[in-house]
């Protein structure tokens, strides 16, 4: 059984450009959230699809975007990327019964912007 | 507003000793608690969670936690440390009335010597 898994691992890109991470959720699980963890620090909440919709967005401007498809995987784009925008990005799954924010996380993808 | 405080940042216990992590936090209603563990180049793996009921909870790979409302913490527990232990630690916690997120401490990096 697949955990929860993303791609790509790293990612180098440049200021002003657009990045676009993908999440495949633990089969069963319908729930995906994102977090970005910058370095030493712990992982900061981002959003969170449910049914295809943004259901909850923590304090992230507006150029961080996501979208879910109908099998539950998800992508996490960010727009006109900044130098602060350099972190591993955690994507999280839950199973549709959960009700406690039990949350299974990836390995991340490590994004460096220069 | 929510917040989570683990006071160390670095811990180094030698192994075979027993360790304390210690995770404080403020919350304005019951809180869910979660414990994760991340080695090097690694995502988030749960190491235990308190809902409710009996404050001491008992995780994989020997840890275990007790929850204590009037202090507000919930601290991690192992009585014999052993190298593969050697990690960083997050304390995390949830709550319905604030929806879906974690919200995560800054994280405790443990050293083992031997």
């Known amino acids: 059984d697949a955990g929860v898994t993303q791609s790509p691992t790293h990612l180098i890109k440049t200021r002003g450009q657009q990045v676009t991470l993908r999440c495949s959720p633990k089969s069963g699980h319908d729930t995906v959230s994102w977090y970005q963890q910058a370095l030493g620090q712990g992982p900061q909440f981002i959003f969170q699809?449910?049914?295809?919709?943004?259901?909850q967005r923590g304090n992230f401007p507006d150029r961080f975007s996501g979208h879910q498809f109908p099998n539950y995987s998800s992508e996490l784009n960010v727009n006109a990327l900044l130098l602060g925008d350099s972190a591993l990005y955690l994507c999280?799954?839950?199973?549709?019964?959960?009700?406690?924010?039990?949350?299974?996380f990836g390995a991340g993808t490590r994004l460096s912007v220069l | 507003a929510q917040s989570v405080t683990q006071p160390d940042i670095h811990i180094t216990v030698s192994e075979g000793a027993s360790l304390e992590l210690r995770c404080n936090y403020s919350?304005?209603?019951?809180?869910?608690l979660f414990w994760y563990v991340q080695s090097p180049g690694q995502g988030l793996q749960l190491l235990l969670k308190?809902?409710?009921?009996?404050?001491l909870v008992q995780g994989i790979k020997g840890f275990e936690a007790e929850f204590k409302r009037s202090q507000s913490s919930f601290n991690l527990r192992k009585p014999s440390v052993h190298w593969s232990d050697a990690a960083e630690y997050f304390c995390?916690?949830?709550?319905?009335?604030?929806?879906?997120?974690?919200?995560f401490g800054a994280g405790t990096i443990l050293r083992v010597k031997s």
């Open positions: 999280a799954s839950s199973p549709p019964w959960d009700r406690k924010n039990i949350q299974y």
């Open positions: 919350y304005g209603a019951t809180p869910y």
């Open positions: 699809y449910y049914e295809e919709e943004e259901r």
């Open positions: 995390a916690v949830g709550a319905r009335e604030y929806g879906n997120k974690l919200v």
């Open positions: 308190y809902f409710s009921g009996d404050t």
